[in-house]
T-cell receptor, first 112, second 115 residues
Framework: GNSVTQMEGPVTLSEEAFLTINCTYTATGYPSLFWYVQYPGEGLQLLLKATKADDKGSNKGFEATYRKETTSFHLEKGSVQVSDSAVYFC???????????FGSGTRLLVRP | DVKVTQSSRYLVKRTGEKVFLECVQDMDHENMFWYRQDPGLGLRLIYFSYDVKMKEKGDIPEGYSVSREKKERFSLILESASTNQTSMYLCASMWAGEVNTGELFFGEGSRLTVL
């Protein structure tokens, strides 16, 4: 079936470090891909998305590129801040489906 | 701004009790969802509703039921709570016009502990 695999956390970085959180997917067709973020004590919110191969989603300094050849959608940020500490979820949705399939989440901790 | 409100942030219930989790959204979204969030498992879909009185089972519907009598309100019901239903429950809504690419708007979650 369709699924999402994320790197296990927690990921601990110092402020201004480069961030990569790996995400790969398995899908029978061509999904739309998403990154959601959950800050402490809050619900999830959409961070960025890409709807077709080679699309790049970006927001708040974060980027992710939809790579069909490697079935990946890795999240990157050039310089993280303490305020980026959160849990990040990669997700996919197949064509004509309302259902969003989530990965297990990766906790990021940024230290001053 | 879209607002999804879950009525209870924290609940403690006893095994066998009936539990209602309420969710209200204010953006006239057709679609509403209930997810369960557990460490290491991510979010798993329990039920979703695409219209008033319409519902479909998600991946883990066993032990749960739902009710959608009004467009803005979607309730999750645990008929007889069990300890393995201790979890964080997240409600979400989405506009039906963007089936493939649409954004889910989440509530802050309801943390349920069943003793």
């Amino acid at each position: 079936g369709n699924s999402v695999t994320q790197m296990e956390g927690p990921v601990t970085l110092s402020e201004e470090a480069f961030l990569t959180i790996n995400c790969t997917y398995t899908a029978t067709g061509y999904p739309s891909l998403f990154w959601y973020v959950q800050y402490p004590g809050e619900g999830l919110q959409l961070l960025l998305k890409a709807t077709k191969a080679d699309d790049k989603g970006s927001n708040k300094g974060f980027e992710a590129t939809y790579r069909k050849e490697t079935t990946s959608f890795h999240l990157e940020k050039g310089s993280v801040q303490v305020s980026d500490s959160a849990v990040y979820f990669c997700a996919l949705r197949m064509d004509s489906s309302y259902k969003l399939i989530f990965g297990s989440g990766t906790r990021l901790l940024v230290r001053p | 701004d879209v607002k999804v409100t879950q009525s209870s942030r924290y609940l403690v219930k006893r095994t066998g009790e009936k539990v209602f989790l309420e969710c209200v959204q204010d953006m006239d979204h057709e679609n509403m969802f209930w997810y369960r969030q557990d460490p290491g498992l991510g979010l798993r879909l329990i039920y979703f509703s695409y219209d008033v009185k319409m519902k479909e089972k998600g991946d883990i519907p066993e032990g749960y039921s739902v009710s959608r009598e009004k467009k803005e309100r979607f309730s999750l019901i645990l008929e007889s709570a069990s300890t393995n239903q201790t979890s964080m429950y997240l409600c979400a809504s989405m506009w039906a016009g963007e089936v493939n690419t649409g954004e889910l708007f989440f509530g802050e979650g309801s943390r349920l502990t069943v003793l």
